[in-house]
């Protein structure tokens, strides 16, 4: 009896004292597939463990100083072809020197990289999808392994891979790739191995953070992903994992750098921008956390000492600083294409036996031309062979030549009108489409006049990798998704992105004292009903809720009939490399089928 009673003692007491521990954290922990199981990412048996160290001790008036470099929103560019903006210079093999100098400056220094990376330029687009899968390579990810890298944060844009292939990079990676508010969904995590001791998860080397020693200094980075990338990519390539919100996520691990593994500076690697209104509305609507949240961070979490922050492609500061702009944690925006290097060299004093932050001085290192760029391909697993194949696939030719260099407007009209016709299947029922009516200005040279129109000026023209979507969509979503539209006859500022044309179908402005709505017409005259249903094409990057159309529209997943595996690009490549396309009115004006 009495021993029943001490039972039931001590259960009483558990429970009791289980409220004094940090229970958020606890049963978060749990759940969390890095806390045991993912392997870091360049000691192939050793797995991601949050460690408890002691503190570092410096000597009592020691100084030292900690130089860290960081790099964003590469999108791919190497700085070998170009595809855009060639008068610039940029390219991570023109940051060559500058990172070679900046090492001379501190052998320790630390090199970072805010994500991105590995998607937006046309050598990477062959790379992901085109080149047969093996042996795979990627000269991007093999000269970030020579310029030693530290780490990288996972971006949206890194996420839209095959996800075979960026599970094949975060292998090959010499450095960690980090997304610490990224989780997996635990149905579908893999086997636990009794003889690797580990469960295999899609990514093995995605850490939540990373830990290095630098000069006497412990340091943690810290990276967060964007939580809006459900709004921009397909369900079905980030079915497998969450992305949490950033503010608590932050929280979270600061606590185990700080407390656990003891760092003595913390750096936020974040892939996510500092207007926390930015694409804010559109999240909440889709039930998502903010995805711009670094700069609320920078205002709450003073226990980061720096913050680096990516996916808006803004570089701030631009020039040489004493003193870093703060909100309460000094915030810098590394710029985009590897344009240049953010430098932030801090410096630290002995303070009670540990390390205190007395300066921090900012610089950017501009890309210089690195006149020999090819003299380290063979590092980079450049091969003239791969040289080869992307030099044919970017100048694969159409069967329509250049005729003059076209307007902007009559660009765009053509450019628009050629997606519609390039979804269309001969011999099937003719469908509508609502695709962007404002796309990028392709080079074309007056060199190029007379000349056929390449693979490669269709990737400038079209940027992005959007795929085709058919949607079954009332009348009355149609009239909402042309609103934009309607604003722009009203000479009313809109988003370019939510600027969308009707393909199939016209929409003319009803003007009583100015453009008060559309009317929406079928080619034979008859009306668009708004209770009525239309097969309508568009991009996947809208259907998922780019640009805030999906909520405005009210778009129902049971309203989609089939996603495209074709990227829309392609398509209109595929329609003017055919024989004898043929092509709208206003192509006509500057193009001509051979
Ligand atoms: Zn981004």
Sequence with gaps: MRYHFSILIFFLFFFWFKHFLPHSFISENKHHSFQQFVYASNHEKQYFKIRNREFIHPLPGEITSIL???????????????????????????????????????PQMLLLDGGDTYQGSMMQFYLNHVQPSVPFQDPLLQLMNKLRYDAMTLGNHDLEMPLDKLSWRMRKA????????????????????????????????????????????????????????????????????????ILSSSRKWISVLRDKEKVDLLIGLF??????????????????????????????????????????????????????????????????????VSVVKIKLIENQQR?????????????????????????????????????????????????????????????????????????????????????????????????????????????????????NLYGLQIRIMLNPMLRKFQERRIRSSTYLVPGGFEAVPVVE????RLSLKEWNGSTIREDE???????????????DIRSRALLHDSQLLKREQRFLRDAVFDFLAAKHPKLPLSCKQFLEPI
């Design 68 to 106: 860290v470099a960081a790099t964003s929103d590469m999108h791919g560019t190497l700085g070998i072809f170009c595809d855009f903006d060639c008068d610039q210079v940029k390219g991570l093999l023109h940051l060559v020197p500058v990172i070679k100098e900046l090492r001379v400056r501190d």
């Design 174 to 245: 010499s450095f960690p790739f980090l997304g610490a508010n990224i989780q997996w969904k635990t149905e579908t995590l893999g086997e636990f191995s009794k003889s690797t001791n580990s469960i295999t998860t899609p990514f093995q080397n995605l850490h939540p953070y990373h830990v290095q020693e630098r000069n006497g200094v412990r340091l943690g980075i810290l990276g967060m992903t964007t939580p809006g990338v459900p709004i921009w990519l397909d369900p079905l390539q980030i079915k497998d994992f969450r992305i949490k919100e």
């Design 271 to 340: 892939h996510s921008g500092a207007d926390k209104d930015y694409d804010d509305r559109t999240a909440i609507k889709l039930g998502l956390p903010s995805p711009n949240a670094s700069g609320q961070v920078a205002k709450v979490l003073k226990q980061f000492d720096l913050l680096i922050a990516g996916h808006t492609h803004q570089t701030i500061p631009k020039y040489a600083l004493d003193e870093l702009p703060r909100f309460s944690v000094p915030i810098i925006f590394p710029g985009a294409y590897a344009k240049g």
């Design 355 to 471: 390390w205190q932050i007395y300066d921090m001085k900012f610089d950017f290192k501009s890309a210089r031309i690195n006149q020999d760029p090819m003299s380290i391909k063979e590092e980079i697993g450049l091969s003239d062979e791969m040289l080869e194949s992307v030099r044919n696939y970017r100048s694969q030719p159409s069967k329509v030549i250049l005729k003059e260099i076209p307007q902007k407007v009559v660009r765009n009209d053509c450019l628009s009108k050629l997606s519609h016709v390039a979804l269309q299947q001969p011999g099937k029922e003719s469908k509508f489409s609502l695709l962007p009516g404002s796309w990028h200005t392709a080079d074309i040279k007056r060199e190029d006049l007379g000349k056929p129109i390449l693979r490669k000026h269709l990737f400038q023209w079209m940027r992005y990798d959007n795929l085709p979507v058919l949607a």
């Design 513 to 516: 004292d100015g453009p008060v």
């Design 533 to 547: 249903l239309y097969k309508v094409w568009m991009t996947n990057y809208h259907w998922n809720g780019g640009s």
